[in-house]
């Protein structure tokens, strides 16, 4: 067990602060920085403990009794979270995840809460003291709104969305918002970390309908109460960040094919795109599921979005998506998958799935066997494939050991919990699957091949030489660098060996990984869209790709050196299937430019790529002098927002390696 593991398994009543200050470690100010950090967040920070004998029950109630309550609607909503309370239990509080916010809205959250609470076993009794706790803070913020010295608007409107809050399903559009912000900020306070939002255009459909149908509320009110609810959900923005500022997770999930492949959108799904571009926040971001059935006018929605220059949406592609998920979940929920706080695909309301608990790295094994003779490039290939798929199965054995914390608030939204009477933390879910994401492919695959020209084919040098080379990081050998630099990229070109490759790496991962068991009887599924790709490089000897020690490894599915086309025919041909749909990423970098005054010429790439056959992408608009310029003059653009991985931030936020990182690609990108 990795002292990482124990540190959050075991140290719980001092492990509280892990989330707030996990940020601050990328910035790379030194270890003092850090300790002063997690200095503050001790003094700052408490954590709210029970009476008696301890639950996590009781001390989420405690909690909710104990939270200053802070009233403002000056963004047309009440949301508020009390930084400086917490809660401290034992095990890993699940995060990464969406809950099921149709049962808040189109039911009564009290028929859920009877169905939790119908036997008195510690399953009824731990649900009791949660919904005592929610119980308690909706009355106290009634009392704050109803204070005569209260300066809220429309003081009748939210006492009603209070008293109606459990006990009968939302009437309006904005109720059903109000409803989400209050159960969002619950779980934010519970520790919970990168909490997704659901498929919202879905969700709201019925609430939003009834209002514009009986004129309750027109769309132009409509959109401002939308940019209300996206401003109100960008606040606290440091104390929701998890690994660097501005991954908070709070994303949102548009249209999508339906089992009888149509394509589902609405009203909302157009709106939500277009109060994403009007807000201009990071986070919440969209996620846009499409197809090659969506109508051709969303593209122009999509390419709109997208030149506000805030990272979203990201378009995840059900023609690809859909088929690779059918084998893990039933065909209803395969239709109406979510992802996790970023873009790997969950079923919200059925799963625990924690699908981003572990990173594993490709170049590690590449270490071991680049330290062995090698008489041929099959053999090499043939070494490193079976040594990586022995490594994977030891890396998966290392999840057993994690320990999950008792979680009676979100187990009440887990339908299966439920009926079970079993904790979602002890296996009560429907689907009870880990997740790993993965780093370095496109290096390993470049340097393997990179060494198939210059040792076997070329024989210009031999593997030891190389090797030797590359672990001195070519300090003796600027020319053998200069080389190995200027040799063709390989990973991302639509190029027969280059994908035969990758394929039979993954194939082989996805047999050990259909033979993985957790300790719940779920499987384990992985992805080749990480969010360590510089943390892991930093701690990495260089390899044959052109990267050197401590740069970080290429960004999720990307090539410096190919046009986006290619990109996206070599992303169509890589096998997503048995388990390999944690995220696939595909990682543009464009000009604005070349988009503005080429819309219609951006539209039909968008189209053709969907036909193509991608799993999922995100692009960053944005070109190089603006990010030089940025970088230096930090004050000339604080509302510069740029993708980071599965998440978008503004520049002025990030540390220096990761502005540095976006710039070079946005400098190779122009060079196509």
Known sequence: MSLKTIIKNDLWRWNYILPFVLKYQADNRGIVYIINKAVTAYRTISPIKSKGKRTVGRDIKELLLKIDITIDNSNGFIYFIDVHKTVAVSGNILGNFCLDYSIIIDRAFDEIYQEAVRYNDEYGR?????????????????????????????????????????????????EALQRILFFN?????????????????????????????SGYITKKEAEIILDDFLITLSKYPEYKSDSLMGDIGQIIILGGLTSDEDYFYNDLTLMFLEAIARVKRPDPKVLLRVSKFMPDYIINNITECLLAQTGSPLLSNDDVVIPAIESSFSKEDIYN???????????????????????????????????????????????????????????????????????????????????????ISDGGAQYNNYGV???????????????????????????????????????????????ISNMNK???????????????????????????????????????????????????????????????????????????????????????????????????????????????????????????????????????????????????????????????????????????????????????
Request: hydrophobic share 35%; aromatic share 12%.
């Open 337 to 423: 998958y979510h992802t996790s706080a970023c873009w790997e695909p969950f079923i919200a309301g059925k799963s625990f799935d924690q699908n981003n608990i572990a990173v594993y790295s490709y170049f590690d094994v590449l270490e071991d066997v680049l330290a062995a003779e090698h008489k041929s490039f099959n053999q090499l290939v043939k070494q490193y494939i079976k040594s990586n798929s022995e490594c994977f199965a030891r890396f998966l054995k290392t999840l057993d050991s994690i320990k999950w914390a008792k979680d009676p608030l979100v187990s009440m939204f887990t339908g299966q919990c439920n009926k079970s009477r079993c904790d």
């Open 126 to 174: 731990e649900a009791r003291l949660v919904m005592e706790g929610m119980l308690s803070l909706c009355d106290r913020i009634i009392k704050e709104i109803a204070d005569k010295d209260s300066k809220i608007h429309n003081k009748n409107k939210y006492i009603q969305y209070y008293k109606d809050m459990f006990m009968k399903p939302a009437e309006h559009f904005e």
């Open 490 to 672: 390989h990973y991302g070109h639509d190029d027969k060996l280059t994908i035969e490759l990758a394929n039979k790496i993954t194939e082989a991962m996805a047999d050990v990984a259909k033979n993985y068991k957790n300790k719940f009887g779920g499987t384990v599924k992985f992805g080749l869209s990480s969010p360590s790709y510089n943390k892991r490089g930093m701690n990495a000897n260089g390899d044959l790709s052109g990267r050197k020690a401590r740069e970080a490894f290429n960004t999720h599915i990307s090539c410096s050196d190919v046009t986006y086309t290619e990109l996206v025919g070599f992303a169509s041909k890589l096998d997503y299937t048995e388990q390999r749909y944690n995220g696939n990423v595909i990682d543009f970098f464009i000009s604005p430019i070349m988009i503005s005054g080429n819309k219609e010429k951006f539209n039909l790439f968008l189209k053709g790529a969907i036909f193509m056959g991608f799993f999922q992408m995100q692009m960053n608009l944005m070109d190089s002098k603006t990010l030089i310029d940025a970088k230096k003059n930090p004050n000339r653009y604080p509302g510069l927002i740029v993708r980071v991985w599965g998440f978008s931030a503004y520049f002025n936020d990030l540390p220096e390696d990761y502005q540095n990182i976006l710039i070079n690609r946005a400098i190779m990108a122009e060079s196509i």
């Open 185 to 213: 900020q619950i779980l934010w306070q519970t520790r919970h970390r990168l909490n997704g939002l659901g498929r919202l255009d879905k969700i709201l459909n019925r609430v939003y309908n009834k209002d514009i149908e």
């Open 437 to 483: 994401t993965t780093v370095g492919l496109g290096n390993v695959i470049d340097s393997l091949l990179n060494i198939k020209e210059l040792v076997f084919e070329k024989r210009l040098i031999t593997l030891k030489e190389l090797n030797k080379a590359r672990l001195s990081d070519f300090k003796k050998d600027d020319k053998l660098y200069t080389i």
